[in-house]
């Protein structure tokens, strides 16, 4: 009995418990709907924008919008047999319902329940609240309590034809796209003002599954779902089954079966596609929690010059085309030589003496075999599955030729990325990371491939033999055979491009002819430990990557024997060129939001931050930068590796007459003639060409090295970049060096018995040659040069010096023929000095003091 009498308490306790809750959530409910009316909040979404990214000039140069290609259209320009497929597909009772369908929703639950696909339960309007409100990726129930109540409200809130209108510009139809505008654009080709009924049927079948659908992936599936939307579409009267059907076969008719569903963001319009990736890059790095660079409409002023990266792309595409065609020809030669030759030799042996592993045949033939598959069965076999539906076939057998095809691809595919900067203040001018920009290639060679920089990397090191003042442009240098031991005792003997010796170098010629030995010598000279401080510096690296980039101390790292970034080369190259001050390339100038107000100034914290290091910007003095450029300017016009290209720098100014743009450089070569480069630059500009494999272990062979490949291709961007430019030359310093001609054998001050044999060289201030030449016979006593005084200005018709205080006799005639000064000397500066005139044509000078550092 005490049971009895309790359960009535107990039931209705409960009964209140839930009377309570229902009357808390209605009144939530009812207060929600009150707000909505008085605030309207509900139309206050946002339509995601894409980030516009411009070049230094302001022009386009693309859109990110990742995977979201949204293009807003309007309701009354779409075609009515879109609007009508999309009812027939999604929700046939939509224009009579009030958001949701009792009947759809019970339906829906059955079908959970039985575990039968019965329909959707969501009606458009739940649908595109569920899109615009709620987690769509949350299959529990309070969400789709949630798209329920959001629903009610916006059909309180909108017309029918708003609702649709928000939905055809909202809703995902896969491949990346969003809104029906964007969706015509990537499945066909044209805005959504041009659809047809068939192509309206591929776009609303999409909805439900657009990977299961895809017409790229499944034609087939595709097919059957859309000829079942349009048949509904006729049985609804919405259009006649002529209509139908010829629409039907327009589109296959027209289907290219060849495509893949590559994402829109890949397809987007792009003028230049490798710059942009590496700027998406950047801006994930500086752009993160709600904000979003796909959506939020941000204005990107970014470094690039639109004109310059054109000409780029044009000479990067020639010469990485004309790459493989001559190793495809050089190596076809070589496979031919070997099929008809070393092959059946190699038989004969393995059988001879029973070596299994010399028969190559077998694997020759498998690999012949496996890139003839790929090349000419795979497209057959890829349009033969798609149109049977038969994946397994593309998928196993297809799919596994290819990525076999693909890891021989790497080694025996020539790539090549370059990069420009403006030295002056680090623009990233221009920027090409490879071949083809696609799916499979994103690799930006530019900024991520570390590779061996061959004899590119010498200036480097040469720039701290300068500052040693061990070394100067006219030192001489032994260039022969020379065994080099290692600290643990080993020796290390290296050999020149060709093998060919010339025996005593000046430094300048060692240099710009690119001599292995006597760069060996000059690193000998001034130690490992100095070489590499001064090329980590110039080019950026941190001392945490040194051990992974094989800065190792020794002789191999005075060829170029490590791993090295190309934007860090032409970073070191356009520190020469900015006087020795420190270049960091920068790519993002401003961001912007979609309100025009800047956001991001990275630029500017980039010049506070180097404003704020003082002198130590310095990388190199200015006296030792001027000094490698004027050595690698000789590379171009005094006939080192890239003489070949010094025309191209060859101008015709606004008045008609002729100029050439100063231009430096240094080629390299690696190991094997695996890798060939160019690096240099000009008073505006510097850049690294490279050329070479993905993969290593192949040759690009003696007719592509740095000189003939990457050399012209260097000299092509420059010449078409530098057209409409102004002359301008490098900017000297003010004081601390010296230019002086001296004889181009001895490397010392000339004499009348050099002739012809001079040069012209800069050197730091008091490194510059006192003693005369004695390879050349001299034939007068009075051929003495003149030197400078405590300025180090030479002045024409004096020699400055003292012995035992004895006067000095030059012969004027004789200095002014040989050009050995430029002009005559001022004595008035000088209050120590007297001159007196002598009927020969002769100036005796007294000094009073001792001048002895100036002679013999």
């Not at 066909?188 to 192509?199: L, M, Q, S």
């Not at 930006?444 to 590119?456: C, L, M």
């Not at 914290?605 to 030792?624: C, D, F, M, W």
């Not at 510059?768 to 180090?792: D, G, M, W, Y």
Request: aromatic letters at 10%.
């Amino acid at each position: 009995m005490t049971k009895i009498k309790k359960s009535p308490i107990v039931l209705l306790s409960f009964l209140l418990f839930f009377a309570i809750i229902f009357g808390v959530a209605i009144g939530w409910t009812v207060s929600e709907t009150i707000n909505i009316k008085n605030s309207e909040f509900i139309t206050e979404f946002e339509t995601a924008l894409p980030t516009k990214l411009l070049d230094i000039n302001g022009e386009l140069i693309t859109e990110f919008t990742s995977d979201e290609k949204r293009e807003i259209i309007a309701y009354n320009d779409l075609p009515q047999h879109m609007k009508d497929a999309l009812i027939t597909r999604e929700d046939r009772i939509f224009f009579s319902h009030k958001g949701f369908s009792l009947k759809a929703v019970l339906r829906a639950v059955v079908g959970k329940l039985t575990g039968r696909s019965l329909g959707g339960g969501s009606t458009l309007t739940q649908q595109i609240a569920g899109t615009l409100y709620c987690d769509r990726t949350d299959m529990s129930i309070t969400r789709k309590i949630k798209e329920l109540w959001w629903a009610i409200q916006m059909e309180r809130r909108y017309s029918k034809n708003e609702i649709l209108e928000l939905y055809l510009n909202k809703i995902y139809f896969g491949g990346g796209t969003y809104g029906v505008n964007a969706a015509s654009k990537y499945y066909f080709g044209h805005d959504a003002t041009k659809i047809t009924p068939a192509e309206a049927a591929i776009l609303v079948i999409q909805l439900s599954n657009p990977a299961f659908y895809n017409p790229f992936d499944h034609p087939n599936r595709a097919m059957d779902r859309q000829q079942d939307v349009l048949n509904s579409m006729v049985a609804a009267g919405y259009i006649t089954q002529e209509t139908a059907t010829e629409s039907y076969e327009n589109y296959w008719a027209d289907f290219d079966y060849t495509r893949t569903s590559s994402s829109a963001y890949l397809m987007r319009d792009d003028k230049a596609p490798w710059f942009s990736e590496y700027v998406r890059r950047e801006l994930g790095n500086m752009i993160y929690g709600s904000d979003d660079i796909y959506t939020g409409g941000f204005t990107v002023n970014t470094t690039l010059n639109l004109a310059h990266q054109q000409v780029a792309q044009k000479v990067m595409e020639e010469y990485i085309d004309l790459a493989n065609y001559r190793y495809q020809q050089d190596h076809s030669s070589k496979s031919s030589l070997a099929d008809s030759q070393y092959i059946p030799l190699t038989e004969m042996l393995a059988l001879l003496f029973d070596v299994p592993g010399l028969k190559i045949s077998e694997q020759r033939s498998e690999f012949v075999a496996n890139s003839t598959f790929v090349k000419q069965i795979t497209p057959v076999l890829d349009v033969v599955s798609l149109m049977t539906g038969t994946d397994k076939l593309k998928v196993n057998i297809i799919n596994r030729a290819i990525a076999i095809s693909k890891q021989e691809e790497e080694k025996t595919t020539v790539e090549g990325t370059m990069i420009a900067l403006n030295h002056e203040n680090g623009y990233i001018d221009a920027l090409v990371g490879g071949s083809k920009f696609d799916s499979e290639n994103q690799f930006i060679r530019a900024t991520q491939a570390k590779v061996q920089p061959g004899s590119t990397f010498k200036p480097l090191y040469y720039s701290a033999a300068i500052d040693s003042r061990k070394f100067t442009p006219t030192t001489l240098i032994s260039d022969t055979p020379v065994v080099f031991h290692t600290a643990d005792g080993k020796p290390y003997i290296p050999l020149n491009f060709r093998g060919e010796w010339e025996g005593d170098v000046t430094l300048y010629r060692a240099l710009t002819r690119s001599m292995n030995v006597p760069s060996l010598k000059v690193l000998d000279g001034i130690g490992f430990d100095a070489a590499i401080e001064r090329a980590v510096a110039l080019l950026g690296i941190s001392k945490e990557e040194l051990p992974s980039r094989a800065f190792v101390p020794g002789y191999p790292i005075g060829l170029g024997v490590c791993s090295v970034r190309p934007i860090e080369m032409a970073r070191a190259y356009a520190i020469f060129a900015n006087g020795g001050k420190e270049v960091t390339p920068i790519a993002i100038r401003t961001v912007e939001n979609k309100n025009g107000d800047v956001i991001l100034n990275p630029e500017l914290e980039l010049r506070r931050e180097q404003a704020a290091k003082g002198n130590k910007i310095q990388v190199i003095s200015p006296q030792t930068a001027y000094v490698m450029v004027k050595l690698l300017e000789q590379t171009v016009n005094n006939g080192g590796t890239l003489s070949a290209q010094s025309w191209k720098f060859d101008y015709t100014g606004a008045n008609g007459r002729p100029y050439r743009m100063p231009a430096g450089g240094k080629t390299g070569t690696t190991q094997n003639w695996a890798d060939a480069w160019t690096c240099g630059f000009t008073p505006y500009y510097a850049a690294a060409f490279w050329f070479g494999f993905d993969k290593q272990g192949q040759s690009l062979g003696l007719r592509l090295t740095g000189a003939t490949l990457a050399g012209y291709a260097w000299a092509d961007y420059f010449r078409e970049i530098h057209r409409d430019l102004p002359s301008k030359d490098f900017v000297k310093p003010l004081e601390g060096t010296v230019e002086l001609t001296v004889c181009s054998v001895s490397g010392k001050l000339l004499t009348d018995g050099c002739g012809d044999h001079k040069t012209t060289q800069v050197y730091l201030e008091g490194t510059q040659p006192t003693e005369f030449c004695t390879v050349h016979n001299s034939t007068s006593n009075s051929s003495l040069a003149i030197t400078r005084l405590e300025k180090s200005m030479y002045k024409s018709g004096y020699r400055l010096g003292d012995i035992d205080d004895s006067p000095l006799t030059v012969n004027l005639d004789f200095l002014n023929s040989n050009e050995i000064t430029s002009s005559p000397l001022d004595f008035e500066e000088f209050d120590n000095f007297e001159e007196e005139d002598t009927a020969d044509n002769t100036k005796q000078v007294e000094s009073k003091y001792n001048y002895n550092y100036f002679m013999e």
